[in-house]
Nanobody, 122 residues
Framework: QLQASGGGLVLAGGSLRLSCAAS????????MAWFRQAPGSEREFVAD????????YYADSVKGRFTASRDNAKNTVYLQMNSLKPEDTAVYYC?????????????????WGQGTLVTVSS
């Protein structure tokens, strides 16, 4: 139901935009989030955006560099990543949570995409 795309190889300092297309759910009723998992590490929260797109939360490690947005008409959420660093290398996952779900923790999300790999080289 969630299909992430847009990953790839980029040089440090570069930019990428990830997309996550949703199907089979009432998209505007769900907050959407991005998590990431680096090799050998646990999955961690990156960003969350509420149903209308008016409220966003970010991990401190990406604040000021990453921007989450959504287009409810297209059932799609985006993650614009700028000033990328090698430590941003990870598989990025999108996730959806109902209004009752707790943001920023994995158990708060009901649906998960398959992940897209972002590699930042120095």
């Amino acid at each position: 139901q969630l299909q992430a795309s847009g990953g790839g190889l980029v040089l440090a300092g570069g930019s990428l935009r990830l997309s996550c297309a949703a199907s089979g759910l009432t998209f505007s009723s769900y907050a959407m989030a991005w998590f990431r998992q680096a090799p050998g590490s646990e999955r961690e929260f990156v960003a969350d955006i509420r149903w209308s797109g008016g409220t966003t939360y970010y991990a401190d490690s990406v604040k000021g560099r990453f921007t989450a947005s959504r287009d409810n008409a297209k059932n799609t959420v985006y993650l614009q990543m700028n000033s990328l660093k090698p430590e941003d290398t990870a598989v990025y996952y999108c996730a959806a949570r109902r209004r009752t779900g707790v943001a920023a923790i994995e158990s708060g999300y009901d649906y998960w995409g398959q992940g897209t790999l972002v590699t930042v080289s120095s």
